[in-house]
């Protein structure tokens, strides 16, 4: 039977972000989806790695890196991708960057640009 997949490819850097019930949930996606369109790397569910769905998790083992942004110490993201065995390359936390979590999600432009080059230089390492 054919297995599930998204739409990544097995060569590819796959972004994965945590849920977005914050400020810092929202500057993850947010981060994960502008990564994404500059082609730094391919955003992709972290849902389908929650629900153990065979192509998904496999696919983590296939790519040349998988990154993870979450937004706060709870490390939904990277929880989940453990829970499942599935490897880690790049772990980047919103909080980490000063940033403080709150429930308003109108997103500051210098906190996304603050995150987003804080994984750009974390990816040159
Ligand atoms: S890591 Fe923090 S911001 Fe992200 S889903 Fe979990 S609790 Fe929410």
Request: with cysteine; hydrophobic share 35%; glycine share 12%.
């Given at each position: 039977m054919k297995k599930e997949k998204c739409?990544?490819?097995?060569d590819k850097v796959l972004i994965l972000s945590c849920s977005e019930g914050s400020n810092v949930g929202q500057l993850a996606k947010e981060t994960a989806k502008r990564l994404s369109s500059q082609g730094i790397g391919e955003i992709y569910c972290l849902a389908g790695i929650g629900g153990h769905i065979d192509g998904f998790v496999e696919s983590t083992h296939e790519v040349r890196k998988v990154v993870v942004v979450d937004?706060?110490?709870?490390?939904c993201g990277k929880k989940t991708l453990e829970q499942a065995d599935c490897p880690i390359t790049i772990h980047v936390v919103v909080t980490d960057f000063g940033i403080r979590k709150i429930s308003d999600f109108h997103l500051d432009d210098n906190d996304i640009m603050k995150v987003e080059n804080a994984f750009k230089e974390k990816m040159k390492k």
């Open positions: 739409l990544s490819e097995a937004g706060c110490p709870v490390h």
